[in-house]
T-cell receptor
C-alpha cells in the first residue's frame, strides 16, 4: 500500500472550510484514497473514499489531483464537533484482505 | 441501526493477569476486526475474521493473545498473561461484504496494565 504524508496538526475557525491535505506520491493506479476520523475517546469513523474523481457526501468532499499524487479532504463548514484526528489511507481493493493501515493522521482543532 | 458494541469500556489489571474483551458487530456484517491503538498512534490490526474463520492474524502476538468468533457473530479477544506494553485501547470493527473498506468501529476498551 502507498505511503501517505499528513501534517501533524491544523487549526480552523468554526464556520470556515477545513482543508486537510494528504500526500500519496507513490500511489498506484488501482489504489483508492480513504479518509477516516477519530473523535476523542471514540473509534474511527469512515468519512469518504475515492479513486480519481472528486467525491462528495453529506460529511465532506474529497478532491484528488489529476496525477493522483495528493488529495484534500474538505469539511465545508467546520463545527466544534469536527475536532478530531483525521487519517488518510491509501490501499488497493483486495477482497478477502481489507486491512486498513492507519498512520498518525492530522489532529484538526476547530477554534470557536 | 445499532452500532458495534464492546465491553467492558475500561479495564485495569496487573501484569501477568489475564483479560478478555467482547465485541458484538453490526447485524449482518460478516467481517470483524480487532485493532490495538497505543496512545498517540493510529490503530493497528491484530486479527480479521470472515464469518467465523480467520483471514489475517499476522500481527497478533500469538504467544499471549487469542481471539475467537463463534457462530460468526460475537467475538472475544483474550490476553494471557498481560504485559505493561499491552496498555492500549482495543477497538472492534465490522464491515459488510459490499463495502469492506467502510469499517464501523465500536467505542473501544481502554486497558491499563500496571
Amino acid at each position: 500500500d502507498a505511503k501517505t504524508t499528513q501534517p501533524p496538526s491544523m487549526d480552523c475557525a468554526e464556520g470556515r472550510a477545513a482543508n486537510l491535505p494528504c500526500n500519496h506520491s507513490t500511489i498506484s493506479g488501482n489504489e483508492y484514497v480513504y479518509w477516516y476520523r477519530q473523535i476523542h475517546s471514540q473509534g474511527p469513523q469512515y468519512i469518504i473514499h475515492g479513486l480519481k474523481n472528486n467525491e462528495t457526501n453529506e460529511m465532506a468532499s474529497l478532491i484528488i489531483t489529476e496525477d493522483r499524487k495528493s488529495s484534500t479532504l474538505i469539511l465545508p463548514h467546520a463545527t466544534l464537533r469536527d475536532t478530531a484526528v483525521y487519517y488518510c489511507i491509501v490501499r488497493a481493493r483486495d477482497f478477502g484482505n481489507e486491512k486498513l493501515t492507519f498512520g498518525t493522521g492530522t489532529r484538526l482543532t476547530i477554534i470557536p | 441501526e445499532a452500532g458495534v458494541a464492546q465491553s467492558p469500556r475500561y479495564k485495569i489489571i496487573e501484569k501477568r493477569q489475564s483479560v478478555a474483551f467482547w465485541c458484538n458487530p453490526i447485524s449482518g456484517h460478516a467481517t470483524l476486526y480487532w485493532y490495538q491503538q497505543i496512545l498517540g498512534q493510529g490503530p493497528k490490526l491484530l486479527i480479521q475474521f470472515q464469518n467465523n474463520g480467520v483471514v489475517d492474524d499476522s500481527q497478533l502476538p500469538k504467544d499471549r493473545f487469542s481471539a475467537e468468533r463463534l457462530k460468526g457473530v460475537d467475538s472475544t479477544l483474550k490476553i494471557q498473561p498481560a504485559k505493561l506494553e499491552d496498555s492500549a485501547v482495543y477497538l472492534c470493527a465490522s464491515s459488510s461484504g459490499t463495502s469492506p473498506y467502510e469499517q464501523y468501529f465500536g467505542p473501544g476498551t481502554r486497558l491499563t496494565v500496571t
